[in-house]
């Protein structure tokens, strides 16, 4: 069982000046890609990022203080109840006094203590106490080798896939939201992320997080049809735009400027100047 609390409005508004699209309202919008989101609303998509980490996830001890170092914060860590009223069971706090606050849950803690097979095969741990990047609280979840990153791309996964299609030149969003991404990653020793459509049919991420490590789920979707390696990808030129990515990945090895990018959809034919 996995417990957290979100407090978000749905609606992160519009922060775009994009020519040949806008974000301020996606919802409205249709795909009119192929593949599996052809013709798909885009309500309820989001890009969802999975990026690696070097985190000391031995214990949830040990990962507090890690977070605590690392974030410069009080951690309080332990688990949520297993019966009712099911309030969290606070096992120690790291940090105390400081100003910024984390809560740092362990899923399943009680079953393993206990000996006993627990809700997921796999370990997972969830860190409340972030940001995701327009002033609204959330959480994040850790994984053994990986975390999610919890920054939110205002234009959902329809303006996220369309960017790299051609068809939207709003690369200065997407490159902000790639920076925030590359620096959560890099403040917990990852260099690289994976990012996928949160609800698509079927799923091309097949492999969960909780029990296989980073490194063979990349291997893994290599092969998928819709795999974009994101930064070789920008540093082709001549590389075409793609009809159908569905899965990223971006070891943040190459920043181009918006405007070149721009330039190279427009030489490509899919903006009109």
């Not at 775009?16 to 919802?27: D, E, L, W």
């Not at 040990?62 to 096992?91: C, F, H, N, R, W």
């Not at 990223?248 to 959809?265: G, K, L, N, T």
Request: overall charge negative.
């Amino acid at each position: 069982m996995v417990w957290a609390l979100l407090l978000c409005p749905a609606d992160a508004g519009s922060i775009s000046t994009s020519r040949f699209c806008s974000i301020s309202n996606p919802a409205s919008q249709h795909a009119t890609i192929t593949g599996n989101l052809k013709n798909y609303n885009n309500m309820g998509i989001d890009p969802n990022p999975i990026g690696n980490h070097k985190l000391n996830t031995t214990s949830i001890a040990t990962l507090a203080q890690d977070l605590s170092k690392i974030l410069d914060a009080e951690v309080t860590y332990g688990y949520q109840g297993y019966e009712e009223p099911y309030d969290d069971v606070v096992l120690g706090i790291v940090g105390a006094g400081k100003s910024k606050q984390v809560r740092l849950l362990e899923n399943d803690y009680l079953h393993k203590e206990r000996g006993e097979a627990g809700d997921e095969e796999g370990l997972q741990y969830e860190c409340s106490g972030f940001n995701d990047g327009y002033g609204c609280n959330t959480w994040i979840n850790i994984y053994k080798d990986c975390f999610d990153p919890p920054y939110y791309f205002a234009g959902r996964w329809y303006f996220y896939q369309r960017i790299f299609i051609g068809e939207c030149d709003d690369w200065a969003h997407m490159f902000a939201y790639r920076r925030k991404i590359f620096e959560e990653i890099q403040l917990f020793g990852g260099d690289a992320v994976l990012i996928h459509a949160d609800s698509s049919s079927p799923n091309v991420l097949e492999d969960d997080p909780y029990i296989i490590p980073f490194n063979r789920i990349v291997e893994n979707v290599k092969t998928h049809p819709g795999f974009l390696d994101v930064s070789v990808w920008l540093r082709d030129d001549a590389a075409p735009f793609m009809e159908n990515p569905l899965i990223f990945f971006d070891d943040f090895s190459y920043w181009p400027s918006p405007e070149q990018m721009i330039e190279r959809a427009l030489r490509a034919g899919k903006l009109k100047g």
